[in-house]
């Protein structure tokens, strides 16, 4: 049996079963993860940027878009949870904001950081870090942010994205109201 065969055998009735129940078959990330839940509950207060900025967030980037991906927003980061090497659900390193007209700003995600050389020395080993099973993504030296090479992962659990959950950008997120310097 070749293995087109082998695995039409084995994956076609799982299609069909989920397709019959409504469900769609292969499809992204969940927006019902775990990890975004988790997320949701640890960033609640968060929706007041005030709340961030008093418990010691500062701002690490204007707002980031891209030319044709959408946005990722206004980063808040907190510099010790960076430097520090944890990488766990309820503590985010960076908080994502969209910025809206009058200056005001609205919660949409949070970034997980890790700078590689501290994961590497807290992991000899070796080994990509994960959270809660999503791997995070490799960002070399140099880079548009001035950091050492790192790995990040982006939840967007305060605003959908189209292209995933956990993709880094947001066509649903815009910098078009970010005040001009």
Request: hydrophobic share 45%; proline share 8%.
């Amino acid at each position: 049996m070749n293995i087109f065969r082998r695995l039409t055998v084995v994956f076609l009735p799982l299609a069909l079963s989920l397709l019959a129940a409504g469900q769609p078959s292969f499809a992204g990330p969940s927006d019902q993860s775990p990890l975004i839940d988790k997320v949701r509950t640890a960033t609640e207060r968060f929706k007041d940027i005030n709340v961030a900025i008093a418990e010691g967030f500062v701002q690490g980037t204007p707002c980031v878009s891209g030319p044709d991906t959408g946005a990722m927003g206004v980063h808040f980061v907190l510099p010790a949870r960076i430097a520090g090497g944890v990488l766990s659900a309820d503590q985010p390193e960076a908080l994502i904001y969209e910025p809206l007209s009058g200056g005001r700003l609205r919660l949409v995600g949070v970034e997980f950081i890790v700078l590689a050389s501290v994961w590497q020395s807290q992991h000899p080993a070796g080994g990509t870090p994960a959270l809660e099973g999503d791997l995070l993504n490799f960002v070399d030296a140099p880079n548009r942010y001035g950091l050492p090479a790192f790995y990040e992962l982006h939840v967007w659990a305060w605003e959908n994205n189209p292209n995933g959950s956990f993709a880094d950008w947001n066509t649903h997120v815009s910098c078009d109201k970010q005040p001009a310097d």
